[in-house]
């Protein structure tokens, strides 16, 4: 089955510097790379995902890109603000029209530092 | 609109009983998933259900987890004679049948087994 690894587990920033957070996946099948984020107490919340079809996509600071050859997927931050600390989570889907179920990375907890 | 909603928001219950939560999908979504968040820790898929399809429960613990889903709308996890190790944020997530791969997270029941 899918194995997704995600590093580094916990990343401290000085606000307005980057921000990567790294995937790998195991499966060359999955073809849906999610990324959510959750903030303390909250419930995860989709922030940008991208498919095995597309190297890279950006959502204003936020941009995800996507190695199928090497099975990694990165989620970069820039210009990052303290409102952008929260436990970030990839995941990775061999999902169709109809879904599978997702299997999610451990999570890495971003700190912003003001 | 609604999001998904998900009762109790807490549950505490002794070791040993029997406990039922429930999950609201959004109206329309015919894909439901529950997963658990044990504390500081990733997301643990559960359970999938899609339409009338059989659901995919390749994700459950163990034999005292059970879910259902009546009426292809509302779903309820069971889990019976609890254990201190089924601790954890029990989440819901939703989605359309034609982007099955874009779930909606509910706010989660936490549950503490004393």
């Known amino acids: 089955g899918e194995n997704v690894e995600q590093h580094p587990s916990t990343l401290s920033v000085q606000e307005g510097d980057s921000a990567v957070i790294k995937c790998t996946y195991s499966?060359?099948?999955?073809?849906?790379f999610p990324w959510y984020k959750q903030e303390l107490g909250k419930r995860p919340q989709l922030i940008i995902d991208?498919?095995?079809?597309?190297g890279e996509k950006k959502d204003q600071r936020i941009a995800v890109t996507l190695n199928k050859t090497a099975k990694h997927f990165s989620l970069h931050i820039t210009e990052t603000q303290p409102e952008d600390s929260a436990v970030y989570f990839c995941?990775?889907?061999?999902?169709?029209?109809?879904?599978?179920?997702?299997?999610f990375g451990p999570g890495t907890r971003l700190s912003v530092l003001p | 609109g609604a999001g998904v909603s998900q009762s109790p928001s807490n549950k505490v219950t002794e070791k040993g009983k029997d406990v039922e939560l429930r999950c609201d999908p959004i109206s329309g979504h015919t894909a439901l998933y529950w997963y658990r968040q044990s504390l500081g820790q990733g997301l643990e898929f559960l359970i999938y259900?899609?339409?009338?399809?059989?659901?995919?429960k390749s994700g459950l613990p163990s034999d005292r987890f059970s879910a259902e889903r009546t009426g292809g709308s509302v779903s309820t996890l069971t889990i019976q004679r609890t254990q201190q190790e089924d601790s954890a944020v029990y989440l819901c997530a939703s989605s359309f049948q034609d982007r099955a791969y874009e779930q909606y997270f509910g706010p989660g029941t936490r549950l503490t087994v004393t």
């Open positions: 991208i498919r095995s079809n597309v």
């Open positions: 499966d060359s099948a999955s073809n849906y």
């Open positions: 259900f899609q339409g009338n399809s059989a659901p995919d």
């Open positions: 995941a990775a889907s061999g999902a169709d029209n109809y879904g599978q179920n997702f299997v």
